[in-house]
Nanobody, 118 residues
């Protein structure tokens, strides 16, 4: 059974930073694409960032480019999302996901709340 557990969320002022972590277990972590998604209040879940199995290729939503950085440590079965210059509109529940490609995620974490105050 695959488990993804996010951590690192919290309350931060606009302009601040947070680093989210997602620890995976139950599958060969290094073989899969990892992604971060978020769902804000009253909004649909949206893509934030993804990283390929090797860590060489990343992708970002336009809204977070230049502010967020996704990375992974395959030795620790962990993917990270470094979030800088946070804005109130970044407030959301952030989910990590694991999949066979950047367009097919089959396992999801429970989410971690990020709240950015103005």
């Amino acid at each position: 059974q695959v488990h993804l557990v996010e951590s690192g969320g919290g309350l931060v002022q606009a302009g601040g930073s947070l680093r989210l972590s997602c620890k995976a277990s139950g599958r060969t972590f290094s073989s899969y694409v990892m992604g971060w998604f978020r769902q804000g209040p009253g909004k649909e879940r949206e893509f934030v960032a993804s990283v390929t199995w090797s860590g060489d290729n990343t992708a970002y939503a336009d809204s977070v480019k230049g502010r967020f950085t996704i990375s992974r440590d395959n030795a620790k079965n962990t993917v990270y999302l470094q979030m800088n210059s946070l804005k109130p509109e970044d407030t959301a529940v952030y989910y990590c996901a694991s999949g066979i490609s950047s367009s097919w995620y089959d396992y999801w974490g429970q989410g971690t709340q990020v709240t950015v105050s103005s």
